[in-house]
């Protein structure tokens, strides 16, 4: 016989040409966009939470270089610790240039109406500043009064809270000042640096008469300068430059305040950039977990399909199609509810923003938005989909056929670009790649070992299987790890998402535990400072008078680096290869030293020790230094220093280093010198006490302010309660972000359980034909997601306080903080969550006849 | 004489497992003439469905060969055996195998859709009136009767003028009544087409009206009967 072979000619049409596919994909689309809702679902809080961080973002920036100047008031700013210096002040001076100066301090003032006094930032102004922006006052007229002489204005906060009306009059210092009016607006401060310090201003003319200016006073006086152009800028930055070192000032023009407020939101942004990040790996997980089920779902359409006659292209191209049409709608919507979000945003905590957000959209944010979730639903939807391209025809005469593994150059390709994914996109977020890099490393690791535990768990079940336990118990049990089971991929997806939660939960709580004050009963909360040696005794005998505790006086010492480490700070600065590793900052800043010869209760040696100065004995000083500060100018113990105190350099080593927690018991230093080496030099006091009765408080506070008007009082309670209201807005926000990703988290769980429902579902029709009764089931079904909840939540919530904890460290760099009862609500909701969602997909086999599911299931 | 359009040459089927190795399928061979009907028969697990399966291209044998039309199948990928499958088979499933989320109509549509024809809805509906299901064009498959739905399948099967035509177990799911009325209507659009009929069956009586009985047991070929000469 002749064989013969015909070699078949077949026209593959690319996906745009080839209409069936189109045609297909509406025809079977049209019935399924409700299967596909965990997809759509997944992509809209995903890209939802990237577009309104983003937007929130550019729209903050736009604001910034929109009103640049008015964030200073004018084209640059000199800023000194002391009186600006007479021939600086002819030389920067030229015919064109306009100038104004400001003192501020912190004081004490005194509200005659209601006689309570308490701490704000005292600003002295004289000038026609600002020269850019408005400062809004109610009445019109109120600065231009308050230049006249004595007269106040007060920040519009502080007025509301002390009652302060137009015909009221305050006390500052010695001096009486009557009430010009209330300030709403002033350019260059923050409705943020109000709430924490409010503002009274005065004119600086009147400033000397208060008296508040003494020895060891720290004011800031700042001169704001109207330059002719930007050439004109640049000259007299440069005319500046000789006198940062040698006076220690410092100058920042419009540019470097931008940059300056750019990096005070930096921390803040990142954080919202994470929660971004996670939302959209949440996203990215849901839209495979989504799709996965769906490529599922279609396995039998796809195998006829493929008998009369379709290619595997062309069956995958139908699918295709539908995840990319309805990727672009998701991504489309989810960017709108993004951009409704950021306009929800500033309404909670826009004044605390250095800028006002004006209504807007940022159609760049909306553009990556839809790029990004087009992406996404592509990328993340080729891993599942490519299984349809492999679905064997003869699925449709044996339905469980299963064939072999087929080697895919498109499941690789998509599996290389799935890793990078995450890595691109966390440094497209944050705007770095090592960050996006390690941020990726960590997911990989947290799949890998929740992978791991997955595969502990099989063994362990296996091992000790409980043979004499209840039928219920055992095949629950069973189901675990028998054929076909779900209990890998089910404990790795919603382990991950239990981690993902439970660590964003832990650093949103590091976070906002950073400004609580969590002191014994005993310790201080009141801090009296700028007392006069002379003053010290009878402001000790008001305290006690008061019936209140002294808990320290301390002895405070102002003082520069002259040297360190043998090398002259001038030098340090000079060379670049150091100053690189030291800020200048660090070098050049006042210090405000103390002595004592042994530790503070918030102090503990963790490096070398105490030394005291033995008088007489030509003994050399030892200092101790806080940690962290150490590491800033990059001094370890043995290493020497030289203080400038007020004009004598002083040589000392360091003995020791010190763990400082400042928050604890203030005031607290970063030098402390031992006895009997500073007790001559020109010094001022601290005062600090513990004020429990609030009516006790006020008449102290007034006591203190009428017979030493130089004594400034910090009421910590206050500050407390501010910072508390502060973050409690902010918290919000951010809880409102996060819930963002949660929502994507839990759209990924119920993908996960679903996954496994085709698995279940037969078994339990079986078993519901032979007699099992709806209890049996039901307990079968709990307690076998019942088991993979509480070993996803265990995996995922571990691994979170490692995740947690390395990110406080290295990334936020603040102290790690866990909400124990938090963590507890997380793991049980996961677990309550994952039962709940396992019982629900099984209602259809209890309620229903098994008859009707078989005939179903056929 | 006749064209031969099948030929099954030694054909073995083994499913390998870690266990065992299972053979289904023992060195089976018979060609099929063009136009005549044939029916393959046997006890559950004997081997019929997945020869049936082999034939049609939907498989790959273990050892041995099919020629379908001259065109070797085990030479062949799997997207050009379907490209073979859309222009010269067509199948009728025990379960009918319509795709849920399309009507009747785009049903029986689909495979000449798939050639890239248009205007293919007169055709469609021509079928569908042969087959009686004249009111059912928009009907989706969830909204038809088990007879009505083999119908459709049938027509979706004879609308590309298939050289061959696979069924398996087309009564299996039928009642009495219905099953009557599609074997009927299977045995006559044959006829009228010319088409080449493949039968696998339990049915001995559904058997009896093709022209030739293959009958298998444990994997092997053990009769053949000639009940009607071309």
Known sequence: MIEYFIRIKRNAKPIFRDRWVWQMAWRDGKHNFGRLFLFVASLITGIAGVVAISSLNYSMQNELDRNAKELLG?????????????????????????????????????FMNTRQSRLVKLTALQGDFPFYGDVVTQPANAYALMKTGRYAMLDEALARQYNVSSEDSIKIGNIHFKMAGVVEKFPGGGALTATLAPAVYISLDALDSTGLVQFGSRVNYSLFVK???????????????????????????????????????????????????????LGCIGVASSVHIYAREKRDEVAVLRCIGSSGWQAFNIYFIQIFVLGIIGSALGAVLGIAIQQVVPIAFGKYLPVELQFGISWRAVAEGVLLGTIISILFSILPLVAVRFVPPLSVLRADFQPGRVFSKTRWAAVILIFLFPVLAAAYQTESFLTGGLFSIGLILALGGLALVAMGLLYIVRKYFPQNSSFVFRHALSNLFRPNNQTQILLVTIGLGAFIIATLNIIQSSLLNQVEFKGNANQSNTILFDIQSHQKDSVVKLIEKYDLPVNQ???????????????????????????????????????????????????EIIKGELHSFKKGKRDSVFVTISEGMHETLRVGVGDSLVFDIQGV???????????????????????????????????????????????????????LVFNYANVSLI????????????????????????????????????????????????????????????????????IEYGY??????????????????????????????????????????????TVFIGWWNSREVISTPPLQVLRKES | ??????????????????????????????????????????PSGSGKTTLLGLCAGLDVASSGHVSLMGFKLDKMNEDDRAYLRNQYIGFVFQNFQLLPTLTALENVMVPLELRGERNVASKAKDLLVRVGLAERFSHYPTQLSGGEQQRVAMARAFITSPRVLFADEPTGNLDDENAKQVTELLFEMNRQENTTLILVTHNLELAEKTQRILQMKGGKLVNERILAVL
């Open chain 1, 649 to 703: 350099p002083v040589k000392a080593f360091i003995s020791g280093i010190r763990k400082v927690e400042w928050p604890k018991d203030p005031p607290n230093f970063i030098f402390v010198f031992p006895k009997g080496v500073l007790d001559d030099a020109p010094q001022i006091w601290v005062a600090a006490t513990r004020v429990e009765n609030q009516q006790n408080a006020i008449l102290f506070q007034q006591e």
């Open chain 1, 227 to 281: 330059t002719v152009s930007d050439e004109d800028t640049k000259v007299a930055m440069e005319t500046i430059k000789p006198y940062r070192d040698e006076l220690g000032y410092s100058a920042d023009d419009v540019d470097e305040r931008k940059e300056e407020l750019g990096e005070g939101f930096g921390s803040v942004y990142r954080f919202f950039s994470l929660l971004a990040f996670v939302a959209l790996i």
């Open chain 1, 788 to 833: 993979v909840g509480i070993f996803s939540a265990i995996t995922g919530l571990g691994l979170s306080v490692g995740a947690g904890w390395l990110l406080t460290k290295f990334f936020f760099e603040v102290q790690f903080s866990v909400d124990m009862l938090e963590l507890l609500i997380i793991s049980v909701s996961v677990i309550a969550l």
């Open chain 1, 553 to 603: 006086v301390v002895p405070i010492i102002t003082c520069r680096l002259s040297e360190v480490k043998g090398k002259p700070v001038d030098q340090f600065k000079r060379t670049d290869a150091d100053s690189v590793r030291v800020p200048n900052w660090a070098l050049t800043r006042e210090y405000r030293v103390t002595y004592r010869d042994s530790l503070h209760l918030s102090e």
């Open chain 2, 1 to 42: 004489m006749p064209e031969i359009v099948l030929q099954a040459n030694a054909l073995t089927k083994v499913y390998k497992s870690a266990e065992r190795n299972l053979v289904v399928l023992d060195n089976v061979s018979f060609d099929v003439q063009q136009g005549t009907s044939i029916a393959i028969i046997g």
């Open chain 1, 715 to 782: 009421d910590l309670r206050l500050i407390l309660s501010t910072v508390d209201e502060l973050f409690d807005k902010v918290g919000l926000v951010v809880r409102f972000l996060a819930l963002f990703s949660i929502i994507t988290g839990l759209v990924v769980l119920a993908g996960a359980v679903l996954n496994s429902k085709f698995a279940r579902m037969k078994e339990n029709v079986l078993l519901r034909t032979i007699g099992a009764r709806t209890g049996q089931i039901t307990r079968i079904t709990i």
């Open chain 1, 74 to 110: 004018a084209d640059l700013v000199v800023n000194s610790g002391r009186p600006f210096d007479t021939a600086f002040l002819k030389k920067i001076d030229t015919a064109q240039r306009q100038f104004a100066q400001d003192a501020d301090m912190a004081s004490m003032v005194m």
